[in-house]
C-alpha cells in the first residue's frame, strides 16, 4: 500500500525524473536542478547523484544520441510501462484508458500525442498533480504505482543490462516509491 503523504512529501523529484526520462535539452544539467530537487537522506540522492556524475561525462550531442538509441531503438528499454506485461494486447488499451482517466480525474490534461504509460508523463503527473485528502487517491494511486512498480522493473534490468547510466536514474525512482510503501502488518502484529 502507498502512503500518499510520504508521496507527496517527495513529490518535487518526480519533475527531475521527468525532465531526465524526456528528450535531453541543454538545461536539464544546470548544476541547480539536482541541488533543487534532492538533498541528503532523500532515497534517490545517492542513485541520482551516480547518475549526475556518470551524465557530465559525455557532450549533450553524446547524451541525445544516447537517449535516441536506449529508448526508441532497444524494445526492452521502452518507456511505455505497460507494453512490457501486454505489448500490444486489448488489455493495454484498457489500461491506457484507466490511466488517462485518472490524469483527468486529478486535473492533468493528456496531450493528444501520447500515451498515458509514458515514464516521464507518469512522473509529471506525480509533480503536478494535488491528491492529498482526495478518497479517490488510495485505489487510484495503487493502480498507478502497480504499473509503475512493474514496467519500471522491465525497464531497469534491461538498463543494467545494456550498462545504461540512466540506470542509475530509474534505480533512484524505483527507489522513491520503495520509500512511500507501507507494507501491510499482519493480524498476528507481524509485518
Known amino acids: 500500500m502507498i502512503n500518499l503523504e510520504k508521496l507527496y512529501d ?12 524526456t528528450y535531453p535539452e541543454k538545461l536539464d544539467f544546470h548544476p541547480q536542478l539536482i541541488e533543487d530537487h534532492f538533498e541528503e537522506g532523500h532515497p534517490a540522492y545517492e542513485h541520482v547523484q551516480t547518475y549526475w556524475s556518470l551524465m557530465h561525462e559525455y557532450s549533450l550531442d553524446e547524451i541525445q544520441e544516447m537517449y535516441t538509441s536506449t529508448f526508441d531503438f532497444q524494445k526492452d528499454s521502452t518507456l511505455f510501462m505497460t507494453y512490457f ?37 507518469i512522473c509529471e503527473f506525480l509533480y503536478a498533480a494535488e491528491w492529498l485528502g482526495d478518497p479517490r487517491a488510495p485505489q487510484s494511486f495503487s493502480m498507478l504505482v ?9 525497464l531497469l534490468n534491461s538498463l543494467e543490462k545494456h550498462g545504461s547510466p540512466y540506470y542509475h536514474l530509474v534505480k533512484g525512482l524505483r527507489e522513491t516509491f520503495k520509500a512511500c510503501v507501507e507494507r501491510e502488518v499482519q493480524a498476528n502484529g507481524h509485518s
Open 10 to 21: 517527495h513529490k518535487h523529484s518526480f519533475g527531475f525524473f521527468s525532465y531526465h526520462l
Open 85 to 121: 506485461k501486454f505489448e500490444d494486447a486489448k488489455e493495454r488499451g484498457q489500461m491506457l484508458a484507466k490511466l488517462k482517466v485518472l490524469y483527468e480525474m486529478f486535473g492533468l490534461e493528456m496531450p493528444d500525442s501520447e500515451l498515458s504509460d509514458f515514464l516521464p508523463l
Open 146 to 154: 502497480a504499473v509503475l512498480e512493474d514496467g519500471t522493473f522491465h
